[in-house]
Structures are given as structure tokens and as C-alpha cells.
């Protein structure tokens, strides 16, 4: 017996061993070099018409589709070489089924309407497509079914849900959750000028009242543009956006968040603030990296590099920021992160190098403490590209759209992360009568509500980019396995 109990000990500190050994580098997510290059396509022209055509959004959704939008000046001039299109008049759509893109549609142009612009686009849980864009002087609305979304006919029509004093760029943006939640929220000008949240939680058919996000303008903050939503595993709403000065160079960063999924939100926090003797703080992007994991990328101060910011507690502290991408300058867009099905950070880059003044797009991908070095994808087709958007599809795919000033056209690209596994596809659903909106006017909508302001978020240090992947779960699985198996052991000895 005793020579059984020893040996079952050293078995079990063999096994124990291995487990640590394994479990060392468990938290550590793969380099570059340990997981391979993204495989990039060819850019492909999608828009390919004689008029501008800019703005572009994308998304991805559990069907394997990849839907892209972007507004168009139909009828307008044709494409001036060097000139980038300041509005359109209709919001194009086309969509990747996996093989082929269907042919491009005009899905918005209203008679009334002169201006649709700035599109941003969401799916949710159902695989509905939902989209909000900028007129004139509204906010609109609508959705269709996204194996439907091909045909006009699917879409709903239009509804106002908001109204804009003062149009600026990327003024709305747009949100599901798990729970089936449509969250918007859109900038304003004029008398009520701020940021708004709106939410429904009926599919788009009616929306609860407005609740301003915004904190009070300071005297030399004069307007709002570029206002972001996202939502985190966690359900929980994060928005943030930019002021402007008075020659519209962006002066601040705010960011807000709700904890119960958007009934109710904290105050606007300020994680950047432009000096006299700086320039730009403008266009900020956030992406949920987990639950609780939250990234900001930003222009801070010059054109050159980037300002990144992390939360690891769901948006109640931050980072200090930390200058990234300092071989690169430029203001094009937004610089936009992605998480792949396996958790890891990929970076679009449109932006071009100091050295050699190379415009186009770059790519660099998160190593659990800084980002790699950067990448080009294409310097040469999309050497002045602009107004950059992308998403994730299938778990390993990267799709890119972007506007470039030498075509006037609307470009796509797409990369492979070879060592993430490809994800399955749902079948599509059997198609279901559109529902119909309920009629909405800008009359409609309700005063403004004021947010509350009884739990501030907090802007107090947190740990400085951490690589946030907790063992514990693993651990008890390995503790669990290795109980198994010495029970087994010690009842084949037994014997």
C-alpha cells in the first residue's frame, strides 16, 4: 500500500507540473510570429459609378454575410480626382454572401431629402439589419431582415427619430444587444445642441424619449461631430464622442456609459482635452475586447501617431494614454480596432509614414501590451484612402471598406487570420412578412431628457495595458482533470 501511495504522489506532481508548465504562457495571446501573417486580398472597386461615392459602414452578421453601405451623389457630378464628396444624396447598399457581392442598390432617396449621409449600421441577435443616417436637418431610421436586404422592398420605411440642428460628420452611430435592444444615439446643433441617446425595444417600431448625454459646453467648445456606440458582451452601452472649437478642430473627448442596458447613464467623463498650443483631439473609436476589457483610440493632439486608452473594468476607470503608431501621421478617419474569434486585437490603420509620406492602409495587431509593428496592406490603389470602416466576419475574417480622394469611389478588401478557426454559419430563416413602422415626425419626438448624474465615472489611473485573460477558469478544469485521473489510477492499482 505504501509503495501505491507513493507512486500515486509522484504521478500526481508529474501531472501538476505539467499543468504549470502549460498554464505559463496560457495568458499570453499570440505574437505575430508564433501565429502568422494576415493573407490579404486584392482592393476591389464596389461602388464603381461616375459620381462620388464616400462614407462607407460595414457589418458583419451570423449568417456569413458582409453588408456594406455608403452614401452617393446620384446625379451629381462626375468623380473629381483629389476632391473627397462633403454629402451625398442617397444611401447605397451591396452584400457579400461568402462567394459574390449582389449588384449595388439604392435603398434611401427620399423625394423631400436632399441630403443622406453618414450611415452607420448594426445586426442583431435575429440577424436584422438596423441603420441610422443624416439628412438635412433629421435623423433616420430603418431595418430589414439581412438575407432580405438585397431587394429595396425589404427595407421599412424611414422613420425620423431625431433631428439635427447642425449637421456635422458621423454625427449618429447605432447599436443591438444580446437582449434585442436598439440603441442610437446622434449629436446636435442649434438651442438643444448635445449628444442623445435613444433606445427601442421592439425592432425600431416605436423609441423611447431622448436623454442628452452631453456635459456642459465649456466657452470655447462650440459643436459636437463624430459620436460612437457600442455595446459589450455584458449588454452594457459605452458612447463617446468629440467637441469642436469654433474653426472646427476637435477640442475635447467625452465618454458616458450605462450599466442597465441604457435606462439609465453615468456622466459624461472627459479622457481628452486639447491645449492652446495643440491642435486636433478628434475621432475616437471604441471596441469591447470582453466583457469588461474596453479600448479607445484617438487623435490626440497632432497628426501624429495615436492616443490609446484601456478600461479594464467596463468603462469605470482608465489608462492614462499612451502614444501609439509614432512612425505614422495623418487624419483620415478613424483607426479602427478588431477582435477576432479568439479575443485577438487586430488594428486598421489609414494612415501614412513619416519617413516616406506613404499614404494608404496598415495594419498591426495587439500583443498584450503594446501593438506590433506596423504593416502595409495597400499603398497603392488605396493610396489616399479615407473615412476607413471594417468588421469581423466568420470568427477569422478582416473586411475593409474605405473612400479613396483619387477615384471617388468606394474600395474593399478583406484578410484572413490563418490560425483562427472559421466559424459556422446559421442556415438562413425562412423569410417573414416586414413588419410595418409606426408613422414618426420630427413632432413626434419627445422633449429631451437630462441624464442623471448621481454616479459620475471615475478617470483615475488603472493599470497601465495589461494583458487581461484570467487563468482561473482553466486552472479548476486542469484540477478537475487531474482528480479524474487519479481516481482511475488508483482504482486500476487497486485491482
Given amino acids: 500500500m505504501g509503495h501505491t501511495r507513493s507512486s500515486l504522489f509522484r504521478f500526481i506532481g508529474l501531472l501538476t507540473l505539467g499543468l504549470l508548465v502549460s498554464l505559463s504562457g496560457a495568458g499570453a495571446r499570440p505574437s ?19 459620381q462620388d461615392s464616400t462614407h462607407p459602414a460595414i457589418v458583419a452578421d451570423s449568417l ?26 442617397s444611401i447605397m447598399y451591396t452584400f457579400w454572401d461568402g462567394k459574390v457581392w449582389s449588384p449595388s442598390i439604392d435603398i434611401f432617396s427620399l423625394p423631400d431629402e436632399g ?128 467637441t469642436n472649437d469654433l474653426q472646427g478642430y476637435g477640442k475635447a473627448i467625452y465618454y458616458a456609459r450605462s450599466t442597465d442596458g441604457g435606462a439609465n447613464w453615468d456622466r459624461a467623463a472627459q479622457l481628452a482635452y486639447r491645449t492652446a498650443a495643440e491642435t486636433w483631439v478628434e475621432y475616437p473609436y471604441l471596441t469591447a475586447r470582453s466583457e469588461s476589457e474596453i479600448h479607445l483610440i484617438y487623435i490626440n493632439a497632432t497628426n501624429r501617431g495615436r492616443a490609446h486608452r484601456i478600461s479594464l473594468d467596463g468603462g469605470e476607470t482608465w489608462s492614462e494614454p499612451r502614444s ?12 479602427i480596432p478588431l477582435v477576432d474569434g479568439l479575443g485577438q486585437m487586430h488594428l486598421v490603420i489609414n494612415m501614412r509614414t513619416r519617413a516616406t509620406q506613404t499614404g494608404g492602409l496598415y495594419y498591426a495587431r495587439w500583443l498584450g501590451t503594446d501593438w506590433s509593428p506596423v504593416v502595409p496592406i495597400e499603398t497603392t490603389a488605396l493610396a489616399s484612402a479615407h473615412w476607413t470602416a471594417a468588421a469581423i466576419s466568420r470568427g477569422n475574417e478582416i473586411h475593409v471598406v ?25 442556415s438562413v430563416p425562412t423569410p417573414e412578412p416586414a413588419l410595418s413602422p409606426m408613422p414618426t415626425t420630427a413632432a413626434d419626438i419627445a422633449a429631451p431628457a437630462v441624464v442623471r448624474p448621481d454616479r459620475p465615472v471615475t478617470t483615475k489611473s488603472a493599470p497601465n495595458f495589461p494583458d487581461a485573460s484570467p487563468l482561473i477558469p482553466a486552472t479548476g478544469a486542469a484540477l478537475l482533470l487531474i482528480v479524474g485521473m487519479a481516481a482511475v489510477w488508483m482504482r486500476r492499482h487497486q485491482r
Fill in 32 to 50: 505575430i510570429a508564433q501565429s502568422g501573417s494576415v493573407s490579404w486580398s486584392e482592393p476591389i472597386n464596389l461602388s464603381n459609378t461616375p
Fill in 115 to 242: 441630403v443622406a449621409d453618414f450611415v452607420a449600421a448594426a445586426v442583431d441577435r435575429h440577424n436584422t439589419l438596423h441603420v441610422v443616417w443624416l439628412g438635412q436637418s433629421n435623423i433616420y431610421y430603418s431595418s430589414a431582415p439581412a438575407w432580405q436586404a438585397g431587394s429595396a422592398r425589404a427595407w421599412l420605411p424611414p422613420q425620423v427619430v431625431g433631428t439635427n440642428g447642425a449637421r456635422s460628420r458621423w454625427s449618429t452611430d447605432i447599436a443591438t444587444d444580446a437582449a434585442g435592444t436598439v440603441h442610437v444615439i446622434y449629436a446636435t446643433g442649434g438651442l438643444d445642441a448635445g449628444v442623445y441617446y435613444i433606445q427601442s425595444r421592439d425592432n425600431g417600431t416605436t423609441w423611447e424619449a431622448p436623454v442628452n448625454l452631453a456635459a456642459p459646453l465649456d466657452s470655447s467648445e462650440i459643436s459636437f461631430s463624430n459620436a460612437r456606440l457600442i455595446t459589450d458582451r455584458a449588454g452594457r452601452p459605452h458612447a463617446v464622442w468629440e
Fill in 402 to 426: 474605405c473612400d479613396t480622394l483619387r477615384t471617388g469611389e468606394t474600395w474593399y478588401f478583406r484578410g484572413t487570420v490563418p490560425e483562427v478557426p472559421r466559424a459556422t454559419v446559421q
Fill in 324 to 335: 501609439i503608431l509614432n512612425d505614422m501621421e495623418g487624419i483620415n478617419g478613424y483607426v
Fill in 64 to 89: 456569413g454575410y458582409v453588408h456594406v453601405f455608403w452614401t452617393e451623389d446620384i446625379g451629381g457630378e462626375p468623380v473629381q480626382a483629389g476632391r473627397s464628396l462633403d454629402t451625398g444624396n
